[in-house]
């Protein structure tokens, strides 16, 4: 059986530094447009005061058309580049009830942890967010 290497996984992308090499393939590009296109429509409904998007494989920002107040971008490594919010990605180093929103792209499938990840970024979200 042939192996599917349309996903990136599948591709011998095992960590999101390859996933971010990955999207600057011609087919990387073109889902970093679809995801970027869907993003973008979907904040600039959303309100609130404080935004975390964690570890973007994107070379563009979507947080441009958001119309919340504070916006973060924790990259998944220090060295990703200038960054808004320093800290280990997968220990999600915010306070319970903090958030209105938070992007979690690929996040869950690189966390050691899945399940408790997802525990704590839901714990991080207010009860008005949206994770």
């Not at 990955?22 to 005061?49: H, K, Q, S």
């Not at 320093?86 to 690929?106: C, K, M, W």
Request: aromatic content about 8%; overall charge neutral.
């Amino acid at each position: 059986m042939q192996k599917d290497h349309s996903h990136p996984h599948n591709r011998g992308v095992e960590t999101q530094a390859q996933l971010r090499g990955w999207y600057r393939t011609p087919l990387g590009n073109a889902l970093e447009v679809a995801e970027l296109e869907a993003i973008r429509e979907a904040l600039g409904t959303l309100f609130g005061y404080h935004l975390l998007a964690v570890a973007p494989p994107w070379q563009a920002s979507p947080l441009d058309v958001s119309r919340i107040s504070h916006r973060w971008v924790m990259p998944s490594t220090a060295a990703a580049g200038a960054a808004h919010f320093l800290g280990a990605a997968q220990a999600l180093p915010v306070t319970t009830d903090s958030l209105d929103t938070i992007i979690l792209p690929h996040t869950l499938e690189y966390a050691s942890h899945p399940t408790r990840f997802s525990a704590k970024s839901t714990g991080a979200w207010s009860q008005k967010g949206m994770c």
